[in-house]
Nanobody, 117 residues
Framework: QVQLVESGGGLVQPGGSLRLSCVAS????????MSWYRQAPGKERELVAT????????NYVDSVKGRFTIFRRNAENTVYLQMNSLKPEDTAVYYC??????????WGQGTQVTVSS
């Protein structure tokens, strides 16, 4: 029943922007902490951004602060990651995750982001 469907990845030039979308079904995104992770080839999965269940707090890894923004649009039951001023080192597969408590974590399928000229 629970499903996360991601979209918005692609190829962009350095300095460009992308907005990633994570459409949820089977639960309400406003009720749970939602996060974006990324993983580059040969590297461990990295937590990029988190938004709290109430939507009043956000956290970012230092490397994306000031460039990335995580936010919800509850009417669409969707979590977004707005990425600006993209750098080649942002290249990775980006994953949406829902923390539903009691160790239950649900992941999207991932979407590829490539930053290159």
């Amino acid at each position: 029943q629970v499903q996360l469907v991601e979209s918005g990845g692609g190829l962009v030039q350095p300095g460009g922007s992308l907005r990633l979308s994570c459409v949820a079904s089977g639960f309400t995104v406003s009720s749970y902490a939602m996060s974006w992770y990324r993983q580059a080839p040969g590297k461990e999965r990295e937590l990029v951004a988190t938004i709290t269940p109430a939507g009043v707090g956000t956290n970012y890894v230092d490397s994306v602060k000031g460039r990335f923004t995580i936010f919800r649009r509850n009417a669409e039951n969707t979590v977004y990651l707005q990425m600006n001023s993209l750098k080649p080192e942002d290249t990775a597969v980006y994953y949406c995750k829902a923390n539903m408590g009691w160790g239950r974590n649900y992941w999207g399928q991932g979407t590829q982001v490539t930053v290159s000229s």
